[in-house]
């Protein structure tokens, strides 16, 4: 078997690749790319959620580090991946590892590779990790130090990763504005790493935070995955719809993804959600600079960097291609569709906490609740509709399906023309009336993942019916 690295990170599932044995090959080769770099004496600070046995491929990441004699910072609990970014960035540390599947089912886990600056790693940085895998693959020459003996030595460190982060965030988001706006907040923290997190950075004023599914659970009952999409929400739908909230938040397995609902258990989509954000980062907070967003976000950004005479980038899909972009043109904020956003000031990754602050504020500045801001905004860019949908395929098929595509022209999409295309990330279909269609394959499963905007929900499903022809499904 060869492990490779997909959107942000390697994932597979426990019951097969996911194990002991792999995660001690994925840990010697951060230990010689580190060695290599010369990073290794900043130490390796490592990070886990709340699947099952995550705790203990930590500890295997850390006595793997240990071993080759680099400090290890091991947090002690559970922690969101945009908390250890932050945290590493913060300790000055040379790279980071986070045991997490993020958003995957719960027979995932995944291993994601954090350098210095707090980000996914790039696609250059990815294929050097990937060298340093094989090698290790092929020699089996792993080091090792039992936890109890490096920290009795000194060479690791048990961290509570919450107080830096939370300090950092009171600096980028004006909390007591959050607390006093009396605002009732629904969370739905799906079982994952991000409980807690809302109430203990809210809490003290006269806004009510209240919590669903904050208990850790490794089974991530009543839900198909950890991902704060429309069809995994139902109990934060039926708690707003039922009682007297103003919003809904929730966040994925490792809380670096948010979904929204508004005060009346409404979903709101995550082009929807980044367009709230960047509206409210312009208009209320006044930040001028570039927006990022992934091919799949919406073209209402493109429309508010129109209006702020700001520029608008778009890179293929994954904050590995995002977080780069973002601190070569000094950004304010990247976005991609999958809930995914991260903020100026701050690390150039996702952070669905920080994101979910983004939206409180944006409601304490205005006064308006959800639906009220998605009526402003519709104002400004028009009506937008947005569907994404996945297909499973057979591994042995994949050949054939990428064939398909790649060979396949089009001038239309039903009966909108095709005006331009884009093959940076899948096959991207720009239309006429400001549509535009993707077809793409998952870099973390064995899905192909459907996309389509239009200016009405006909429109789109339109164009997701066609593109169900196109993969031949």
Not at 138 to 163: H, V
Not at 176 to 203: C, P, Q, V, W
Not at 276 to 293: F, S
Request: glycine share 10%.
């Amino acid at each position: 078997m060869t492990i490779r690295f997909g959107t942000d990170g390697w994932r597979a599932l426990m019951t097969e690749e996911f194990t002991v044995g792999n995660v001690k090959i994925c840990a010697q080769a951060v230990c010689n790319f580190m060695k290599d770099r010369d990073v290794w004496g900043n130490g390796l600070i490592i990070g886990y959620d709340t699947r099952l046995n995550s705790n203990i491929f930590a500890e295997t990441v850390a006595e793997v580090a240990a071993g080759n004699q680099i400090p290890v910072i091991l947090c002690d609990r559970p922690c969101p991946t945009p908390v250890l970014s932050y945290n590493l960035v913060s300790r000055e540390c040379g790279a980071g590892v986070v045991i997490t599947a993020s958003h995957n089912s719960r027979e995932w886990n995944g291993f994601k590779f954090k350098p210095s600056y707090g980000g996914s790693a790039s696609e250059a940085i990815i294929s050097e990790i990937e060298k340093y895998i094989f090698e290790v693959e092929q020699s089996q020459n792993i080091s090792t130090m039992p936890i109890e003996t490096a920290e009795q030595i000194g060479l690791l460190e048990k961290l509570d990763p919450e107080p830096t982060y939370l300090n950092h965030i009171a600096e980028l988001v004006d909390l007591n504005r959050i607390r006093n706006a009396g605002l009732n907040i629904a969370i739905d923290s799906m079982h994952g790493a991000g409980s807690k997190y809302f109430a203990k950075l809210i809490e003290g004023g006269s806004s009510r935070v209240a919590e669903i599914r904050g208990n850790p659970d490794p089974n991530f009952p009543g839900m198909i995955q950890p991902e704060p999409i429309e069809k995994n929400l139902l109990p934060l739908k039926e708690l707003l719809s039922d009682s007297n909230f103003d919003v809904g938040l929730a966040t994925d397995g490792d809380a670096d993804r948010l979904g929204l609902t508004d005060e009346d258990g409404n979903y709101i989509s995550t082009l929807h959600t980044f367009a709230l954000i960047c509206k409210h980062l312009l208009e209320n907070l006044g930040l001028k600079g570039p927006i990022i967003k992934s091919i799949t976000m919406t073209n209402m950004i493109n429309k508010l960097g129109e209006l702020h005479d700001i520029d608008v980038i778009d890179t293929p899909v994954g904050f590995k291609y995002l977080g780069p972009v973002m601190m070569e043109e000094n950004a304010i904020a990247g976005g991609e569709e999958s809930g995914g956003y991260g903020f100026t000031g701050h690390i150039p990754e996702r952070d669905g906490l920080l994101s979910g602050l983004m939206i409180l504020d944006m409601m304490s500045v205005t006064g308006l609740n959800p639906s009220d801001l998605l009526e402003d905004l519709k104002d400004l860019t028009g009506p937008h509709h947005f569907e994404r949908l996945d297909i499973a395929f057979n591994e042995q098929d994949r050949e054939d399906k990428l064939l398909r595509i790649s060979t396949s022209t089009f001038e239309h999409v039903g009966e909108l023309e095709v005006l331009s295309t884009d093959t940076r990330d899948g096959l991207k279909l720009h239309l006429e009336e400001n549509a535009w269609a993707l077809i793409r394959f998952s870099g973390t499963e064995p899905l192909i993942r459907l996309y389509a905007e239009g200016s009405s929900p006909d429109q789109v499903k339109n164009i997701i019916e066609n593109c169900r022809m196109i993969v031949g499904s």
